[in-house]
């Protein structure tokens, strides 16, 4: 079955630290895999879209890895800040096998808070 | 630019009503997807038009339908509404298919749907 876990489902840290979200997948066949930030009663927000052969892609602070071999994922914020509390979804695109149609699995996301 | 816009913002209907959600995608974008957002279920993926076709699609039953006109606009429509269907729905826009191609998604601001 296709799925998606992330982990931690909540973290809590101060301003100006480091954090690492982890998201483990099941998904195949594979497509690519998308990291979101959602603030509180918006829509989500791209950070980085990675495919089969992408090990590292940033986006300013925010730096997503893909290990494809193990099925994970990681996104590392650096130098938190204040604006950085949300929720990070991690997404899996999935072909099917006729290789025509795909579908988003997506996690049920990290909520992140970042205090003074 | 404008960014993708979805209207109504906020409906409230009853059990076995049907409803009809519309999405203004970015000014030339190809590609509209729909999402829905619970708290137990998250974001699930519902389908993705593209160029008037649907193109791909998740694992909703057939209440869930939806169709896009030559402007690119789309419509979602969710017939003899159940309880559970309350949710927010999301859609997004992309310029190329948001789901197997590595094309970021932009997303509007929803429209939260209540069934009483």
């Known amino acids: 079955k296709n799925q998606v876990e992330q982990s931690p489902q909540s973290l809590i840290i101060l301003e100006g630290k480091n954090c690492t979200l982890q998201c483990n997948y099941t998904v195949s066949p594979f497509s690519n895999l998308r990291w979101y930030k959602q603030d509180t009663g918006r829509g989500p927000v791209s950070l980085t879209i990675m495919t089969f052969s992408e090990n590292t892609k940033s986006n300013g602070r925010y730096t997503a890895t893909l290990d494809a071999d193990t099925k994970q994922s990681s996104l590392h914020i650096t130098a938190s800040q204040l604006s950085d509390s949300a929720s990070y979804i991690c997404?899996?695109?999935?072909?099917?096998?006729?290789?025509?149609?795909?579908?988003?699995?997506f996690g049920k996301g990290t909520k992140l808070s970042v205090k003074p | 630019k404008a960014g993708v816009t979805q209207t109504p913002r906020y409906l409230i209907k009853t059990r076995g009503q049907q409803v009809t959600l519309s999405c203004s995608p970015i000014s030339g974008h190809r590609s509209v997807s729909w999402y829905q957002q619970t708290p137990g279920q998250g974001l699930q993926f519902l389908f993705e038009y593209f160029s008037e076709t649907q193109r791909n699609k998740g694992n909703f039953p057939g209440r869930f339908s939806g169709r896009q006109f030559s402007n690119s606009r789309s419509e979602m429509n969710v017939s003899t509404l159940e309880l559970g269907d309350s949710a927010l729905y999301l859609c997004a826009s992309s310029a190329v298919s948001g789901v197997l191609d590595k094309e970021t998604q932009y997303f509007g601001p929803g429209t939260r749907l209540l069934v009483l």
């Open positions: 997404v899996v695109s999935a072909m099917n096998y006729g290789g025509s149609q795909g579908n988003l699995i």
